[in-house]
């Protein structure tokens, strides 16, 4: 027990502005082990979100409510994820060749392509939370955060890891399969407890509709975003992995919506 919460602690430190203890004997192997908590710590940033929108919307406008949550995850993040989105846009966007790809990430410079994602994702993420229902926005962002951070942990299971050195290596670069069972148990827990809050359990046909509406998009974006990566680079990097979770945020979303709208 001792090793796992030493492994979730590491987690927490690296993905979050969150203060955790100092861990003594730190070792760059130790990151492994703390992938499987990745997921985990997205349902904390989700809850983090969710009770910031919560508060804000006794007070404010419902836009301002979500402006607000949406800030309070980029200030515990410290943008690591939108940063990310931004290199692998400006990589994948202005290099010809892998390795000038892997180059322009490395450059803390802002491009225009690194730019335009930024802003866009932010505005898809600002239009389309704005669009949910309130009575069920809250256990969106909890599921999303979560949800999103596991399909991170899924291209560093089914890719190779392309950079051996640079500012935005990932949490972990070799998985075993515990090591996937933990993070899909956790990101898929809070998917489902979604589905249990809104009461769909009720109907064996409504909840495979719900599950169904609401991870096509997710799992359309990841294959579509995992194969650019592979495409392009051969593998992913800390930033694409980023860009992953910033990515498959939005289109859980966006799936929410499309049910909300079939419903």
């Given at each position: ?37 990745f997921p ?111 399909a991170a ?111």
């Open positions: 027990m001792k090793s796992q919460w030493r492994s979730f602690l590491l987690a927490v430190g690296f993905f979050t502005r969150i203060p955790v203890p100092a861990l003594p004997d730190f070792k760059e192997s130790d990151l492994n082990q703390a992938a499987r908590y985990l710590v997205g349902l904390l940033v989700g809850l983090l979100a969710a009770m910031v929108w919560w508060l804000a919307h006794g007070l404010f406008n419902p836009a301002l409510a979500v402006l607000c949550s949406m800030a309070a995850t980029i200030l515990a993040t410290g943008a690591f994820h939108e940063d990310g989105l931004a290199d692998s846009a400006d990589g994948l966007g202005g290099g010809m060749t892998g390795e000038r790809k892997l180059e322009i990430m490395h450059d803390s410079r802002l491009g225009s392509y690194g730019a335009i994602a930024l802003v866009g994702i932010l505005l898809f993420k600002f239009e389309a939370l704005s669009a949910l229902a309130p009575a069920i926005l809250p256990f969106a962002l909890i599921a999303s955060h979560a949800l999103s951070r596991l942990v899924y291209v560093m299971a089914t890719a190779n890891y392309v950079r051996t050195a640079g500012k935005a290596k990932p949490l972990a670069t070799t998985l075993t399969r515990q090591d996937i069972v933990y993070a899909s148990v956790f990101g898929l827990l809070c998917w489902l407890g979604f589905a249990l809050m809104l009461g769909i359990n009720q109907s064996l046909m409504a909840a495979g509709h719900f599950l169904l509406i609401t991870s096509l998009p997710v799992l359309v974006v990841w294959q579509m975003w995992r194969q650019t990566m592979l495409r392009q680079i051969q593998g992913y990097t800390g930033d694409t992995l980023g860009a992953t979770q910033q990515l498959t945020e939005v289109a859980f979303y966006l799936g929410l919506l499309a049910w909300e709208r079939l419903a």
